[in-house]
Nanobody, 120 residues
Framework: QVQLVESGGGLVQAGGSLRLSCATS????????MGWFRQAPGKVREFVGG???????YYADSVKGRFTISRDNAKNTVYLQMNSLKPEDTAVYYC??????????????WGQGTQVTVSS
């Protein structure tokens, strides 16, 4: 079983930055594909981006160029650096882990989420 704990959410003004962290348990973190998702009130969960074990990253068009995902395998942690934040980025952000991930539906483990609120 893999446990994921997100942190770093909060309130920020439009144009500002936040960095979310997702700490994971388990000895095989480096082999997992890690993803970030978000869900705004009344909306479906949205894939934000992911990073595979080899470091390859992929982003949703809505965040491309503004958000960056990285991982530190020594710390069993994945990060989501969010710059140039917009009010429409307001959501609960979740991290997820998966062993064989070909798409957003393939993640096996999920964190509890952290709230990000961007004021205009």
């Amino acid at each position: 079983q893999v446990q994921l704990v997100e942190s770093g959410g909060g309130l920020v003004q439009a144009g500002g930055s936040l960095r979310l962290s997702c700490a994971t348990s388990g000895r095989t973190f480096s082999s997992y594909a890690m993803g970030w998702f978000r869900q705004a009130p009344g909306k479906v969960r949205e894939f934000v981006g992911g990073i595979w074990s080899g470091g390859f990253t992929y982003y949703a068009d809505s965040v491309k160029g503004r958000f960056t995902i990285s991982r530190d395998n020594a710390k069993n942690t994945v990060y989501l650096q969010m710059n140039s934040l917009k009010p429409e980025d307001t959501a609960v952000y979740y991290c997820a882990a998966g062993t064989v991930v070909a798409g957003p539906d393939d993640y096996d483990y999920w964190g509890q989420g952290t709230q990000v609120t961007v004021s205009s």
